[in-house]
C-alpha cells in the first residue's frame, strides 16, 4: 500500500520528536504547508454544528484505540456504545471527529434498531499524535461523548 | 470501480446479532497529496458513502471523509429477522457506485 499522508522525512523526523517530548504543536513544513489544519477548535466547531446546543455527557460510549500507531496511514478504530437497541431506545449515529488532522472530520455511521449492537471498526488516517473524539447521537436525544489520545511513531518502531 | 469483499455468517439464527465484515480496494485520494514531479496537488477521490440495506431497509449508513484509510474496512452488526438479500453499496466522490449482494439464510 501506498504512504498517503506523508512521505517527508521532515515531517517524519518532527512527529518522531513530538512523540518524544509530548509537545502538542506541530511546524507546517511538510506536505501540508500552507493548508489548514484541524484543531480541537475546529472540532468543537464540528461536533456544535452536528449537534446543536446539546449537551454530551461521558459514559457508554467506548472508545478502542492503540496508545501507539506505528503507521498513522492504518489506524484500527472501533467505537461501540451501550444501548438496548429496541425501537424506542437506539443508537441514530456515531461520528468521528480528528484534532489533529488536516479536516477535523473522519465519518458518521448510522445505525438502526435492525443493527442489534451499536459498534463499528474501521481504519482511519492520522497525520501525529493527536486526540480522537467520538460522539453518539441517542434516538431520545441525549449525546454522549468520549476522546482518546494516540501517538503516532509514523514508519517508528513503536518507540 | 473497485473490488468489494464481504463476509457474513452462511446461515444464522432469528433474532441473532452477528457481525459483517466488509472491504473494498480503493486509493481513497485525500486531495491534499502533491505530484512530486510536477508539484500540482492530485484531486481528491475517495469513496464518500457506504449503505447497507436487508429485507430492503437501511440497516447501516456512513458517510466517509479522506481521513478514511486507503482500501477502507468496516464491520458493524446486524440483528437477523429474515432470510433475504443484504444490499452493499459504495459511492465514490464521481457518483460511481460498487455493488454487492449476499444472501443471508434466516433459520
Request: net charge positive; charged share 25%.
Amino acid at each position: 500500500m501506498s504512504v498517503q499522508f506523508n512521505t517527508q522525512n521532515i515531517l517524519r523526523r518532527d512527529v518522531l520528536a513530538l512523540a518524544g517530548t509530548g509537545v502538542v504543536a506541530v511546524s507546517s513544513i511538510g506536505l501540508f504547508a500552507g493548508d489548514a489544519m484541524a484543531d480541537p477548535a475546529a472540532v468543537a466547531k464540528a461536533i456544535k454544528d452536528r449537534i446543536g446546543g446539546k449537551k454530551s455527557m461521558a459514559g457508554n460510549i467506548t472508545l478502542e484505540l492503540p496508545q501507539i500507531a506505528e503507521n498513522g496511514n492504518t489506524v484500527p478504530i472501533a467505537v461501540e456504545v451501550e444501548s438496548p437497541m429496541s425501537s424506542s431506545d437506539y443508537v441514530k449515529a456515531v461520528h468521528i471527529y480528528a484534532e489533529g488532522n488536516p479536516a477535523p472530520d473522519v465519518a458518521t455511521f448510522r445505525f438502526t434498531p435492525d443493527s442489534g449492537r451499536a459498534r463499528v471498526s474501521t481504519r482511519m488516517r492520522m497525520i501525529k499524535s493527536q486526540n480522537i473524539v467520538a460522539v453518539a447521537e441517542m434516538s431520545n436525544g441525549k449525546v454522549h461523548m468520549v476522546k482518546n489520545a494516540v501517538k503516532v511513531t509514523i514508519g517508528g518502531c513503536g518507540g | 470501480m473497485a473490488k468489494a469483499r464481504v463476509k457474513a455468517p452462511k446461515s444464522v439464527k432469528k433474532g441473532e446479532v452477528f457481525e459483517v465484515k466488509t472491504l473494498i480496494s480503493h486509493k481513497m485520494e485525500t486531495g491534499l497529496r502533491k505530484n512530486k514531479k510536477t508539484g500540482k496537488k492530485i484531486p481528491r477521490k475517495i469513496i464518500n458513502k457506504f449503505s447497507v440495506t436487508y429485507g430492503g431497509k437501511e440497516v447501516f449508513g456512513s458517510d466517509w471523509h479522506p481521513a478514511v484509510s486507503a482500501n477502507p474496512y468496516v464491520s458493524f452488526f446486524v440483528k437477523a429477522s429474515a432470510s433475504g438479500p443484504m444490499k452493499f453499496q459504495w459511492t465514490e466522490d464521481s457518483g460511481a457506485v460498487t455493488e454487492k449482494t449476499v444472501n443471508i439464510k434466516v433459520t
